[in-house]
């Protein structure tokens, strides 16, 4: 049986007769091959991928795993289409909390068509693509069991500002509902999401030293999934952050030349992610109790400064 992903966050989704991904309960993702040189570029990517020797072992598990291709009835009705066989990545989570951030100053490919340069341009420039290298293309975080998830509209995600980014990362990592716009989030989750060993910085900067060297590809357009488990962190288990680079439909060869655009915006949300762990607000104390992060004590004031224009569409869907 296959069925909508409730958990994607950006692209194309497969509801009210659209074309869109499906997923199957063996942890499988499905994702329909469009029509155009797109599809055809995103499988020569995972064929390729998958089978070079170039690659380093660790690199690939910052990568979906692919299973090939397979005919299926597309969701919108229109008959058998090929599709992706891909890892599902959160198949095995309990209400993952998840962002979707595409990187590079320039989301469009040196080979693409005039028209498409110029939407790519606007967009980039409409969002914080050019300013910060990156942006934020879709989220959806654990508040509670009662609250459920926070998932604002695609178009408010859209207008965020480089102010409403750092804003939506320390959300992503605290203990106060991501939907209250009245307390300045606590991070109190930050040193066991992004912080650590085995966290999302470090797999960060594991991903970046590969970025530094390799000549074999260059991403233009594609994202890196973010994802953990806040009811695990609040139980003091592991947290089971991870990162994946998704979205490769305009991958083009690197011809021995360094993937500067993608090197560059990683490079800045690094900076962003490291900020939260090293330079926690200075309005704001937190602490977490030594043995576990279930309880989370946070002593704040309102500042309404800290917040930009934005922020009160934050807090709404």
Not at 213 to 236: A, P, R
Not at 291 to 305: F, G, R, V
Request: charged share 25%; with cysteine.
């Amino acid at each position: 049986m296959l069925k909508v992903p409730d958990h994607q966050v950006a692209g194309h989704t497969a509801r009210h007769g659209k074309l869109g991904p499906l997923i199957d309960d063996s942890g499988r993702f499905y994702k329909p091959l469009q029509d155009d040189e797109r599809g055809s570029k995103e499988l020569a990517f995972y064929s390729s991928f998958s089978s070079n020797t170039r690659i380093p072992d660790h690199i690939h598990r910052f990568f979906p795993v692919f299973y090939g291709t397979q005919l299926l009835e597309a969701s919108d009705g229109s008959g058998l289409r090929p599709h992706l066989v891909l890892q599902d990545l959160v198949s095995d989570r309990l209400n993952p909390s998840i962002i979707d951030i595409k990187i590079g100053s320039r989301t469009w490919y040196p080979q693409a068509s005039e028209d498409y340069v110029l939407r790519c341009m606007k967009k980039d420039k409409e969002t914080t693509s050019l300013s910060l290298g990156f942006r934020i293309s879709g989220l959806r975080i654990y508040g509670n069991s009662e609250l459920g998830f926070w998932k604002p509209e695609k178009k408010h995600v859209q207008e965020f500002t480089p102010e409403d980014v750092r804003l939506v990362l320390r959300k992503f990592v605290s203990s106060n509902p991501p939907i209250d716009s009245n307390s300045f989030p606590d991070c109190c989750f930050a040193p066991s999401v992004y912080g650590g060993s085995a966290g999302i910085l470090a797999q960060l900067l594991e991903l970046k030293a590969w970025f530094e060297d390799q000549t074999i590809y260059h991403f233009n357009s594609c994202s890196v999934l973010m994802l953990y488990e806040k009811e695990s962190v609040m139980n003091g288990k592991n947290s089971g952050a991870e990162i994946k680079l998704i979205d490769f439909a305009h991958v083009v060869e690197g011809r021995g030349v360094i993937d500067h655009n993608f090197l560059g915006g990683l490079c800045s949300f690094i900076k962003f992610v490291s900020e939260i762990l090293t330079g926690p607000d200075e309005h704001s104390t937190e602490a977490c109790s030594p043995d576990s992060e279930k309880k989370c004590i946070s002593t704040e004031n309102e500042h309404p400064h800290h917040k930009s224009e934005f922020s009160d569409n934050l807090s709404t869907n």
